[in-house]
């Protein structure tokens, strides 16, 4: 069974950093490319940042590109978000999310976490 | 970035209705669309994928069609599970958007 259970967020202040975290089971990781999509409780889905199943190609939405970092780590079937200089607007839910096959650069998503709630707030 | 438009907001419906949510692109994805649903607390649970193409396990009333810039999701028979806020997303280039849902309510 599919499993990405996403921890790290937290009530941080404005311009402060934190890295979330996703940990991956039920799959071979290191096939998959994977995502950060984002939440505002009560509001839509934001796409945040992909990575190639090697990470050899990563993307960023505008509004974090420069600020956030997306890493992985195949040997421990890890996903990393490092987010820098957050703003108030950073302020939602944080998903990790798979793509449906592996060795593709897919940017839909199959098997979504249940997500890990970062606060920006002075 | 190309904007998703869908409508209605909100839509109000009784059990065994056939229900149509509409998802408009800002230019055209080609077929590149996939729809979720989410319920709340929940995670996203993903339906559809290259706008008519239904994820294993998803109940057959769950249709999607459309090419180029207007979409549609379909429930040909709602059901109790049904009742639930649906999101479109394009994925024709590398950064995908998403619609701003559609709520599906107990009419």
């Known amino acids: 069974e599919v499993q990405l259970v996403e921890f790290g967020g937290d009530l941080v202040q404005p311009g402060r950093s934190l890295r979330l975290s996703c940990a991956a089971s039920?799959?071979?990781?290191?096939?998959?490319?994977m995502h950060w999509v984002r939440q505002v409780p009560g509001k839509g889905l934001e796409w945040v940042s992909g990575?190639?199943?090697?990470?050899?190609?990563?993307g960023y939405a505008d509004s974090v590109r420069g600020r956030f970092t997306i890493s992985r780590d195949n040997a421990k079937n890890t996903l990393y978000l490092q987010m820098n200089s957050l703003r108030l607007e950073d302020t939602a839910l944080y998903y990790c999310?798979?793509?449906?096959?592996?060795?593709?650069?897919?940017?839909?998503?199959?098997?979504w976490g249940q997500g890990t709630l970062v606060i920006v707030s002075s | 970035d190309i904007q998703m438009t869908q409508s209605p907001s909100t839509l109000s419906a009784s059990l065994g209705d056939r229900v149509t949510i509409t998802c408009r692109a800002s230019?055209?994805?080609?077929?590149?669309m996939a729809w979720y649903q989410q319920k709340p607390g929940k995670a996203p649970k993903f339906l559809i994928y290259?706008?008519?193409s239904l994820e294993s396990g998803v109940p057959s009333r769950f249709s999607g069609s459309g090419s180029g810039t207007e979409f549609t999701l379909t429930i040909s028979s709602l059901q109790p599970d049904d009742f639930a806020t649906y999101y479109c997303?394009?994925?024709?280039?590398?950064?995908?958007?998403f619609g701003q849902g559609t709520k599906v309510e107990i009419k």
């Open positions: 230019q055209s994805i080609s077929s590149w």
């Open positions: 290259k706008a008519s």
């Open positions: 997303q394009q994925y024709n280039n590398y950064s995908p958007t």
């Open positions: 999310a798979k793509v449906p096959r592996p060795y593709n650069d897919l940017y839909y998503f199959d098997y």
């Open positions: 990575i190639s199943w090697n990470g050899g190609s990563i």
């Open positions: 039920g799959f071979s990781f290191d096939e998959y490319a």
